[in-house]
């Protein structure tokens, strides 16, 4: 959900939904509209002997990833709670 071109603040803009002064007042009375914000990460992820081999920090060691679906879901992402 990148905001790359002016025009999306501008639509929500006109929606009134953006905030009017550029200040945002969260958790108080004069809040009145909220900001975009953005982010950006990149995940680097190799295996553990060439971590070590090329000197590089280990921050997390992943032990174990599982995700199971079935071709009944809107999306990959989706998978059915039963499919375990």
Do not use: Q
Not at 7 to 19: C, D, K, P, Q, W
Request: net charge positive; proline share 6%; glycine share 10%.
């Amino acid at each position: 959900n990148l905001v790359l071109t002016p025009e999306s603040f501008a639509g929500l803009s006109n929606l009134g939904v953006i905030l009017p002064v550029g200040i945002c007042y969260a958790f108080d009375g004069r809040a009145n509209g909220y900001s975009r914000g953005e982010g950006i990460v990149c995940l680097i992820i190799k295996p553990l002997k060439t971590t070590l081999m090329d000197v590089n920090p280990v921050r997390a060691i992943v032990r174990d990833t599982g995700v199971s679906s079935n071709d009944r879901t809107s999306s990959i992402t989706r998978p059915r709670l039963n499919a375990w």
